[in-house]
C-alpha cells in the first residue's frame, strides 16, 4: 500500500467515525520508508557539519524539524499531519539520537530493551516481555547505532572484538554481540537505570522490602558494616546498591569501581573508576581486581564494587579488614550461602593458594551481612533475606537469617502470593549499631509482624 493508499484509508476511516490505526504501523510500508530515505539523505547533502556541531542541541533540533519540513515540500508525495510528524521526529531520533530506539528509552515504564537483530526488538515492562512494532531499516543501520553507543564510551565493537559492554549517559548499561558469533545478525541489550536513584521509600512503595527491612539495612550502612549484595540476573543488585548508598553520609570518601559505570551516588564525593578492555593488539586492559589495588592508595572511607567477578574478590575481603569497613558489592549468586561459596571460588582465582579455612576466615572478619534479591516468576523483584554471618565452627561459616520473604502460592493471574516477616532472632550487629547511635528496638524482630 503506497502513502498516497494510506492517507486515503485514513480519511475513508475518519469519515466511518472510527480511530485510524496508528502512525508506527506506516514503519512497515516501503513506500514511507523510501521518503524517509530520501528526506533523509537531502538533510545531510544540505547540511553543514561545521555549523552543526557549533549548535545547542535545543537549536539544533529545531533547525533540523525546519529543513525537513522544507523537504517534505519539496517532495511530491502526499501525507497527512501524522505522518508529517512522525518523519520529521525519526529524523530527528537518527541525527541526534539512536534512532528507533528512542521512544523506547523515552518511556520510563520500559525496563529493558532488546533487540534480537534489525527486525525484532522486545521490551519489559512491568517485569513481563512484549513485542515491539519498533525495527530497524536492515542490519547497516543497526550497526551504525551500536557504533554510536560504544564510541561515546571509547569502546568498539568489530569482528575481531565482537563482543562489548558499554553504558548510555544515564548510566543503562549495555550489551552488545555481533557476527560471527551473533548467527541471525547483532544483538544489543539495554538495561536501563532511572535518571533518578529510587530511593528506600519507593522499593517500600513498590513492595520490594518492608519499613522495618529498610531500618535495618539503613543501620548497616551507617554503622559502617560491610555487605555483600546477592541475587540472580535482573534481580535489582545494582537498584538496591544505589538506595543503600544514599545511608553513606556526604562527608565520606567513596570510590566505586564498575565494568561499565552505572552506579549513580549522589554524595559529593565520589571518585567513579571504570575497566578498560584490551586494544586491537590485545593490550592495554585494566581489571577490576587494578582498580580495586589502585583504589586502596586514593584514600578512601568506602570502596564499591559494582559487580565481583573475579580476582577482586580476594583485594576486596583485604580492603574490608584493613580500615575501609561499610564497603559493598554484588555478585551473581541465588542463595546467601552461593553467594560466599561464589566469594571462595574468586579469591582462589587472584593465584595465591590459600587455604579454604584462611579464606572462610577473611570472609567471617570482613563481611557482617548478605542481602539476597530476587525476581519472582511474576517479574517482581524483592528483597527476599538478609543473613548475619556470625562467625565459624570449625571449617564452616555460620549464619543466621534476620528476615525473608515466604512465598505462599500464587493466584490466579500468576501474581506471587507471601509475606515478610522477622525470624525473631536479634542479630549480633545489633550491639554494633548501639555504639553508633543507631539503636535497633526489639519490634523490629517481632516474628508474629508480617508484611504483604
Partial sequence: MSIRDRLQSVKQTEAAGQNPAP????HHIPAYQELKARVHQKLIDRMDLTVVESLPPERL????????ERLLVEESTPINEAERQCIVREIQN?????????PLLADPTISDILVNSHRQVYVERRGRLEM????FDDEGHLRKIIDRIVSHVGRRVDESSPMVDARLPDGSRVNVIIPPLAIDGSMLSIRRFSVNPLKLNDLVGHKSLTPDMGEIIGGLVKGKCSILISG???SGKTTLLNMMSGFIPPSERIVTIEDAAELRLQQPHVVRLETRPPNVEGKGEISQRALVKNSLRMRPDRVIIGEVRGGEALDMLQAMNTG??????????NTPRDALGRIENMVSM?????????VRQQITSAIWAVIQVSRLTDGKRKLTSIQEITGMEGDIITMQEIYSFEQTGM????????HFRATGIRPKFAERLRIYGIPLGEELFNPSRRYA
Fill in 94 to 102: 537518527e541525527v541526534l539520537g539512536l534512532g528507533p530506539l528512542e
Fill in 232 to 234: 540472580g540476573t535482573g
Fill in 61 to 68: 533540533l529545531t533547525e533540523i524539524k525546519n529543513l525537513v
Fill in 132 to 135: 515491539t512494532d519498533t525495527h
Fill in 350 to 358: 587472584a593465584g595465591l593458594n590459600l587455604p579454604i579455612k584462611a
Fill in 411 to 418: 493466584a490466579a493471574d500468576g501474581t506471587v502470593q507471601g
Fill in 23 to 26: 502512525v508506527t504501523a506506516l
Fill in 324 to 333: 575501609h569497613e561499610g564497603s559493598m558489592a554484588t555478585v551473581h549468586a
